[in-house]
């Protein structure tokens, strides 16, 4: 290995590691970083570096060479794949061990009176946790968490909402027959866990959505707690659903004429939102128990968060998204949306959300979407385009609503929140059930318009909900 560079190795992080010399009795020291090469993605081991990235060299790189290879056949369990060589700099000679990815996983670091599987995070190898652990042990079976049979009961499930998805967006009938085509059951009848997470009810508690329309640019603004909020959950078409009415409802889309056609500006482009969302539904780690998918919203952003990182291991702030590889941790799930044609089969989530920005007719440099990972998280950022500086834009959202004339038309065009404020202005004890039969929409978005209320100081609630009543305090 004479020809190669040993300084294209210094500066790495998740695909390499380095040491200044072979440390023989301590062997965990830099086996971990062999077990958690071997459960991720690969990487290289040089000896022969110090931690300054100075070039040392090795005294006897043979002879380590060859306590190396023993030391891998004694403390890792499978041994995996790898080959040792050796590379010259400056008159220094050193020790290259190239560890490939396994097929095995877990691949087991044992010594001291212990067995631990070891996963890399950043520059460094650290034990896997519990659900981490899971899906290396469901990677090494070939299988994959949705694919698994889950504890509850077919029978006892119902899928109209999967059924008439299903129809309106393919025309065609879901039939009985699809069940087990789709993978919500098995060859033996068994409830699958991707069928658990689409059923009407899903049992899967940990499956819901968290949305939250924040008061401003972050969750800690003082003024007051969120705008608007809701928490779903459901089969995982009722979330997708929920969580983009949930960004309509938020979000204004503005529009002007031109001389042939009408030009859309929204805040959010909404195939970006429900990509992002999709992904984060579909791919998320369904193995890391009290986390859920979260969309916040704030004043100049919209944030989707996703449990579960890359299913790899690697951190996607050095990874070029618009030519990442598919990798599905889910693929049963993958395949169901899919077919629902929610999601393309070849994994092209990560473009469509760029180009979605790309296209919008606000779109300016610098004003793209934002994607970054942990090792057990996903977040994706969505820029929000500036609406109201638009020259002849005229809006349509959910703020204005058509409210009756007196001669039975419509007067149309009327903000919900001043119509609001006018009912409580007529009736200080006024309900927000009453307020919400009175125009016709749902109490949760009534809540939100009284929330924004209060939020500038407009309102104000005296005494508790029975017995209270609203005072004005500015027009």
């Known amino acids: 290995m004479g020809a190669f ?22 062997p965990k020291s830099w086996c971990k970083s062999v077990s958690a090469f071997a459960n991720g993605i690969g990487g290289k081991l040089v000896w022969g570096i110090a931690d ?14 060859e306590k190396i290879s023993e030391a891998i056949k004694a403390h890792i369990d499978p041994i995996p794949d790898f080959n040792l060589s050796f590379a010259k700099c400056e008159d220094k000679e050193f020790v290259v061990l190239d560890v490939m990815p396994g097929t095995s996983t877990p691949y087991y670091y044992i010594g001291d009176g212990q067995m631990q599987a070891f996963v890399r995070i950043g520059n460094e190898s650290v034990v896997a946790s519990v659900s981490k652990h899971k899906e290396l042990v469901l990677k090494g079976s070939h299988m ?3 694919s698994l049979p889950s504890r509850w009961n077919f029978k006892d499930m119902a899928f109209t909402v999967l059924r008439a998805s299903y129809f309106t967006r393919t025309n065609r009938a879901f039939e009985d027959s699809d069940f087990e085509s789709f993978g919500i059951i098995n060859e033996k009848g068994e409830l699958t866990n991707a069928g658990a997470l689409l059923a009407d009810y899903s049992p899967v508690r940990h499956s819901r959505l968290f949305c939250t329309r924040w008061n401003g640019t972050d969750k800690a603004n003082g003024v007051m707690d969120a705008l608007d909020d809701e928490e779903h959950s459901g089969s995982l078409v009722t979330l997708l659903q929920a969580g983009l009415n949930f960004v309509r409802r938020n979000s204004k889309k503005a529009w002007r004429k031109t001389a042939d056609t009408r030009l859309e500006y929204p805040e959010y482009p909404e195939r970006a939102v429900e990509e992002g969302l999709v992904n984060a539904l579909i791919h998320r780690n369904y193995l890391e128990l009290g986390s859920e998918v979260h969309i916040d919203m704030y004043d100049d952003r919209l944030e989707i968060y996703s449990p579960g990182g890359l299913l790899d291991g690697c951190s996607i702030d050095n990874i070029d998204v618009t030519n990442i590889a598919s990798r599905r941790r889910n693929p049963v799930l993958a395949d169901i949306f899919s077919r629902l044609k929610y ?31 942990e090792w ?47 009912l409580i202005k007529d009736d200080p004890t006024i309900t927000r059930e009453a307020i919400s039969k ?32 609203w005072e004005v305090l500015q027009d």
């Open 144 to 146: 994959s968490y949705d």
């Open 376 to 422: 057990d998280s996903f977040v994706l950022v969505l820029p929000k385009f500036a609406v109201e500086g638009i020259e002849d834009v005229h809006f349509s959202n959910s703020d204005t609503i058509d409210t009756p004339n007196a001669k039975g038309g419509q007067k149309g065009g009327q903000k919900t929140i001043d119509i609001i404020l006018q």
């Open 343 to 373: 999601m393309e089969r070849r994994g092209s989530g990560f473009r469509k959300i760029i180009s979605a920005y790309k296209e919008h007719n606000g779109y300016s440099d610098g004003m793209d979407p934002k994607f970054s990972s």
């Open 52 to 65: 300054d990235g100075s070039l040392i060299g090795l005294d006897d790189p043979n002879g380590d060479a």
């Open 438 to 469: 009175s125009i016709g929409i749902s109490a949760s978005a009534i809540q939100k318009h009284i929330n924004r209320l209060k939020a500038n100081n407009i309102i104000v609630r005296r005494g508790g909900d029975r017995g209270g009543y």
């Open 5 to 26: 560079d040993i300084r294209q190795l210094i500066g790495e992080t998740t695909e390499y590691d380095k040491k200044v010399a072979l440390e023989v009795r301590k």
